[in-house]
Structures are given as structure tokens and as C-alpha cells.
């Protein structure tokens, strides 16, 4: 683990991965992350709960609210929980016109921060064979493929 990483570091990660894993196929990892790191700062002090604002998306068509937490200058939306509603201002609607600052940080090193402040270690995947191909009769040559330029050549 790292010796130090300072709130800046992991509010920028945090953000960085909060991005991701809102277009991300399979965000499920990456929310995660975000959720163990959130809970961990909170517990240290080094986050505060600011208060609670309607949901921009409703499950299925029925209001509800999210807590606002700030790490480092940064906002984030979490999962309210019971107690949170008996003492919290609810603050209503989110403020569209405030904007996170836009850190320059690629995923995997935002990963990399909040996995060393997790004390996690770093997945490894195979990324030589992607599980899609795996099973593939192609991928596994047990198929003969004509080069495109040597199909249906004209005599």
C-alpha cells in the first residue's frame, strides 16, 4: 500500500470511476468500488454527509432520494439509508448547473489509488482471450475461414 494518498487523490479517483461506471456495460465493479471507498471515508472522517436530494431517476415511477456526500471538494450520490432521513436537511432537487471539477486521471490509475486506499489488490484478468471468444468454434480454428480478398473470386 501506498504511504499516503491524500483526500484530493481519492476524490478525483472517485469521480473518475463514478464517470465510468455510469455508461460502463457492467458498472456493477466499479460501483462497488465507489461504495467501499465512500463508506471508508465517512467512517475516517475525511467525508461528510451533506444532506438528501430527490433522485434524478425514479424507480419504477416512484420519487425517492439519495444522500449527498462531499470528499475533498467533490460531490457524490449514494443510497440514503433510514437514519439518514432522521437527520439530514433534505436539500430537494439537484442543482443541474453545478459541475464536479474534471480531474485528468485515466480509470485504471483512479482504480489503482482507490484499491491501495481499500488495502485491495488489483484484479487481473486475461485480456489475451476475451470470455466472449472462449467458446467460440472460430477462435478455436475449428472452423476454415477464406481471407475476404479470396472469396467468390470471378473466373
Known amino acids: 500500500m501506498r504511504s499516503e494518498i491524500t ?15 455510469k455508461t460502463a456495460p457492467q458498472p456493477k465493479h466499479l460501483y462497488d468500488i465507489k461504495k467501499q471507498a465512500i463508506s471508508k471515508l465517512l467512517k475516517e472522517n475525511k467525508a461528510r454527509k451533506v444532506g438528501l436530494h430527490f433522485s434524478e431517476h425514479p424507480k419504477y415511477s416512484k420519487q425517492h432520494s439519495t444522500l449527498l456526500i462531499e470528499v475533498g471538494g467533490y460531490y457524490f450520490h449514494i443510497p440514503a439509508e433510514k437514519k439518514d432521513f432522521d437527520h439530514l436537511k433534505h436539500l430537494g432537487s439537484v442543482d443541474q448547473a453545478y459541475r464536479n471539477p474534471k480531474p485528468k486521471l485515466s480509470l485504471s490509475k483512479a482504480k489503482r489509488i482507490l484499491y491501495d486506499y481499500l488495502d485491495w489488490d488489483q484484479p487481473t484478468k486475461d485480456r489475451t482471450t476475451p470470455a466472449s471468444y472462449q467458446s467460440s468454434p472460430s477462435f478455436l480454428g475449428q472452423r476454415n475461414i ?5 472469396r467468390h473470386k470471378r473466373k
Request: no cysteine.
Open 7 to 21: 483526500d484530493q487523490e481519492l476524490a478525483e479517483s472517485l469521480f473518475i470511476v463514478n464517470r465510468h461506471a
Open 146 to 150: 477464406t481471407p475476404w480478398n479470396q
